[in-house]
């Protein structure tokens, strides 16, 4: 029996942040002071500044 048309993960997506930073060394400095990054995991992405697809 399937419960609906998604992967059964056991995984959590608790929010997301967007910042601004002129590298990625600086990314990695931000996404290291959050909280959640010392029992979890952090994942970060580059972004198209003018939004584009």
């Avoid at 995984?11 to 601004?20: K, L, P, R």
């Avoid at 909280?35 to 979890?40: D, L, M, N, V």
Wanted: proline fraction near 9%; include cysteine; glycine fraction near 10%.
């Amino acid at each position: 029996m399937l419960d609906g048309p998604h992967a059964d993960t056991k995984e959590q997506f608790a929010g997301y942040f967007t910042i601004d930073v002129p590298d990625l060394d600086q990314a990695i400095a931000w996404a290291a002071r959050c909280p959640s990054a010392q029992c979890g995991s952090i994942e970060s992405r580059p972004t198209r500044p003018d939004g584009g697809s």
